[in-house]
């Protein structure tokens, strides 16, 4: 069975930093691209991050390029966000998912990350 | 970037009624569009890809047609579990979600 689970979320204050954390299991991680997508409270879906699947591409939307990192241990079967210089729009519930082709077809439940002083 | 316009943005119907939700991309993106339902509380489910087909375990009332700039999903007879809100998603150019349609009763 498939299985995504992000942890690492919680408060931060603005321009501070936080890692988010997602374990994968139930597939072969190394053939897979994995992607973050953040939904601000009551707001629609917002692609963050992309990792391809030997770690060695990655790609973002203008808002958070330069700020955030996405990265992955493909020997723990791990992606990792690495959020900096976070603001109050960063507020969101942060999904990690598994690519296929150009897809997601496997979501976590999601780790809440509030910007907030 | 392409932008996705989904319309309406709220569709009231009850149990049984067919359900059609219309997705337009500002450019083409071929067939590289995904339909996505979310319930409130969980993540999002991929229910279609690639325009028209169905995800592993999605149920056959739920279908997906068209190409270029021009998407509809249609679930056929609606469930209880069916109220909820759907994305489409397109992959021809970086990542983008539309901004959904809330289908409620």
């Known amino acids: 069975e498939v299985q995504v689970l992000e942890s690492g979320g919680g408060l931060a204050q603005p321009g501070g930093s936080l890692r988010l954390s997602c374990a994968a299991s139930?597939?072969?991680?190394?053939?897979?691209?994995m992607s973050w997508v953040r939904q601000a409270p009551g707001k629609g879906l917002e692609w963050v991050a992309t990792?391809?699947?030997?770690?060695?591409?990655?790609a973002y939307p203008d808002s958070v390029k330069g700020r955030f990192i996405i990265s992955r241990d493909n020997s723990k079967n791990m992606v990792y966000l690495q959020m900096n210089s976070l603001r109050a729009e960063d507020t969101a519930v942060y999904y990690c998912?598994?690519?296929?082709?150009?897809?997601?077809?496997?979501w976590g439940q999601g780790t809440l990350v509030t910007v907030s002083s | 970037e392409i932008v996705l316009t989904q319309s309406p943005a709220t569709l009231s119907l009850s149990p049984g009624e067919r359900a059609t939700l219309s997705c337009r991309a500002s450019?083409?993106?071929?067939?590289?569009l995904a339909w996505y339902q979310q319930r409130p509380g969980q993540p999002p489910r991929l229910l279609i890809y690639?325009?028209?087909n169905r995800a592993t375990g999605i149920p056959p009332r739920f279908s997906g047609s068209g190409s270029g700039t021009d998407f509809t999903l249609t679930i056929s007879s609606l469930e209880p579990e069916d109220f909820a809100v759907y994305y489409c998603?397109?992959?021809?150019?970086?990542?983008?979600f539309g901004p959904g349609t809330k289908v409620d009763l």
């Open positions: 998912a598994k690519r296929k082709g150009l897809y997601l077809d496997y």
């Open positions: 139930g597939f072969t991680f190394t053939s897979h691209a």
């Open positions: 990792v391809s699947d030997s770690g060695d591409r990655t």
């Open positions: 450019q083409s993106v071929s067939s590289n």
């Open positions: 690639d325009a028209s």
């Open positions: 998603q397109q992959r021809s150019n970086w990542v983008t």
